[in-house]
């Protein structure tokens, strides 16, 4: 056998196995370093950040917010009790004709004042003119009649019958003729009181029978105010008390009255009471069918706490105010702030509210400028006025 040697094959074994790298230690241990100081790093900076974010507002406070204040003041409210209704006139009505006829004249203008009696329409009244002149005819022959039968009788010539006889033809004479200017009057249509007149509703030549409207009268100097109250409120209304009347027309001007009825009976339906005013109305600006507020002035109640309507918030959980309080700051200083509390309201009379608790008198609360404060927020008295009270016309 022969054995050929290999020039290219190695003199080491074939079977033994490669070297295995030693792992490098130290480098695991240098990344570990490095992320745990990455690490640190982060953590002190956010902590560093928070605490000069906290310094920086602890040190960097909002300026005070400039508000207007109001002291609670203990007083006497006008006890007002309010309702509505409209307005009447005392004397008001269409007037018309009694009789049927022809309209021959009109003898006024539309809107024109005229007195109580002043002619207003003619009708036609010829036949009944025909007839006076005939009775008043008869009326002089049976007068002349009367006189001779007198005379005879005096001196015994003529029999007591005829004297009588006569002066029943002068009677039923004299009752034709007022039966026939009756009649005449009927035709003349006059104005049954003083007042305005209204819209002309005829013409001339027009055929109006009996009722028919010629023109509506209305005097305008004093009127009746007609409301109604609750029958709980019922008790607290006399004859002769003070009303406040306000109408649409003329906002801002109040108008004065007084209570002249009160209905006795109660409705059945609503339970409420009928109440009359009468009013004076010189001007004559105020005109029936207006609707008016009206206002009961009431007998004085104890004092009660007020402020302005626009300090207190309404709201769901219930009503507040901003009650403004000083307090010391650390370096002697004296700030004020709003503090929010809760409050019972009563009635709103003249843009004040009654604050029945919550509140002592000689408090100041933010009367202007609530809505941007947060409970416990700096504030500043502002110099400007705080605007009129009330800022719209009351509503009683």
Same mark, same amino acid.
């Given at each position: 056998?022969?054995?050929?040697?290999?020039?290219?094959?190695?003199?080491?074994?074939?079977?033994?196995?490669?070297?295995?790298?030693?792992?490098?230690?130290?480098?695991?241990?240098?990344?570990?370093?490095?992320?745990?100081?990455?690490?640190?790093?982060?953590?002190?900076?956010?902590?560093?950040?928070?605490?000069?974010?906290?310094?920086?507002?602890?040190?960097?406070?909002?300026?005070?917010?400039?508000?207007?204040?109001?002291?609670?003041?203990?007083?006497?409210?006008?006890?007002?009790?309010?309702?509505?209704?409209?307005?009447?006139?005392?004397?008001?009505?269409?007037?018309?004709?009694?009789?049927?006829?022809?309209?021959?004249?009109?003898?006024?203008?539309?809107?024109?004042?005229?007195?109580?009696?002043?002619?207003?329409?003619?009708?036609?009244?010829?036949?009944?003119?025909?007839?006076?002149?005939? %009775?008043?005819?008869?009326?002089?022959?049976? &007068?002349?009649?009367?006189?001779?039968?007198?005379?005879?009788?005096?001196?015994? %010539?003529?029999?007591?019958?005829?004297?009588?006889?006569?002066?029943?033809?002068?009677?039923?004479?004299?009752?034709?003729?007022?039966?026939?200017?009756?009649?005449?009057?009927?035709?003349?249509?006059?104005?049954?009181?003083?007042?305005?007149?209204?819209?002309?509703?005829?013409?001339?030549?027009?055929?109006?029978?009996?009722?028919?409207? $010629?023109?509506?009268?209305?005097?305008?100097?004093?009127?009746?105010?007609? %409301?109604?109250?609750?029958?709980?409120?019922?008790?607290?209304?006399?004859?002769?008390?003070?009303?406040?009347?306000?109408?649409?027309?003329?906002?801002? +001007?109040?108008?004065?009255?007084?209570?002249?009825? $009160?209905?006795?009976?109660?409705?059945?339906?609503?339970?409420?009471? +009928?109440?009359?005013?009468?009013?004076?109305?010189?001007?004559?600006?105020?005109?029936?069918?207006? %609707?008016?507020?009206?206002?009961?002035?009431?007998?004085?109640?104890?004092?009660?706490?007020?402020?302005?309507?626009?300090?207190?918030?309404?709201?769901?959980?219930?009503?507040?105010?901003?009650?403004?309080?000083?307090?010391?700051?650390?370096?002697?200083?004296?700030?004020?702030?709003?503090?929010?509390?809760?409050?019972?309201?009563?009635?709103?009379?003249?843009?004040?509210?009654?604050?029945?608790?919550?509140?002592?008198?000689?408090?100041?609360?933010?009367?202007?400028?609530?809505?941007?404060? &947060?409970?416990?927020?700096?504030?500043?008295?502002?110099?400007?006025?705080?605007?009129?009270?009330?800022?719209?016309?009351? +509503?009683?």
């Amino acid at each position: 056998m022969n054995i050929v040697a290999e020039h290219k094959i190695s003199g080491e074994p074939i079977d033994k196995a490669p070297k295995r790298p030693v792992k490098p230690v130290r480098w695991f241990i240098i990344v570990g370093l490095l992320l745990g100081a990455l690490v640190g790093g982060l953590v002190w900076f956010n902590s560093f950040r928070g605490q000069m974010i906290k310094q920086f507002f602890a040190n960097n406070k909002p300026p005070p917010m400039s508000v207007s204040a109001a002291e609670a003041k203990s007083e006497v409210v006008p006890n007002l009790l309010t309702a509505v209704g409209e307005l009447a006139a005392v004397h008001q009505v269409n007037v018309t004709a009694d009789v049927n006829g022809r309209v021959t004249e009109i003898k006024f203008e539309p809107g024109a004042h005229v007195e109580e009696g002043t002619p207003l329409v003619q009708l036609f009244d010829a036949p009944e003119q025909g007839d006076l002149a005939n %009775f008043k005819a008869q009326a002089t022959v049976a &007068q002349l009649s009367l006189d001779r039968a007198k005379q005879l009788a005096s001196r015994q %010539f003529g029999p007591q019958a005829t004297v009588d006889q006569a002066q029943a033809s002068y009677d039923q004479a004299l009752a034709g003729i007022a039966k026939t200017e009756a009649l005449i009057s009927q035709k003349l249509v006059r104005a049954p009181f003083s007042g305005d007149l209204g819209v002309r509703k005829v013409e001339v030549g027009q055929y109006l029978t009996a009722g028919t409207a $010629i023109v509506s009268l209305t005097d305008l100097s004093v009127l009746w105010a007609n %409301f109604t109250v609750t029958e709980k409120d019922s008790g607290n209304l006399k004859v002769g008390q003070a009303v406040r009347l306000r109408v649409d027309a003329y906002p801002g +001007r109040v108008f004065e009255g007084k209570i002249t009825t $009160i209905e006795p009976q109660i409705a059945s339906d609503t339970r409420n009471i +009928r109440v009359q005013a009468t009013i004076a109305n010189p001007e004559k600006i105020l005109k029936p069918g207006m %609707f008016v507020t009206t206002t009961v002035v009431l007998p004085d109640t104890p004092p009660v706490i007020t402020v302005p309507e626009t300090s207190v918030d309404y709201t769901l959980y219930g009503d507040s105010v901003f009650v403004i309080t000083e307090k010391k700051e650390d370096d002697g200083k004296t700030s004020l702030s709003a503090v929010r509390t809760f409050v019972q309201t009563g009635k709103r009379v003249e843009g004040r509210v009654e604050i029945l608790k919550g509140l002592k008198p000689g408090v100041k609360v933010v009367a202007v400028g609530q809505l941007k404060l &947060q409970p416990g927020a700096a504030v500043a008295i502002s110099s400007d006025p705080a605007p009129a009270i009330p800022a719209k016309p009351p +509503r009683y």
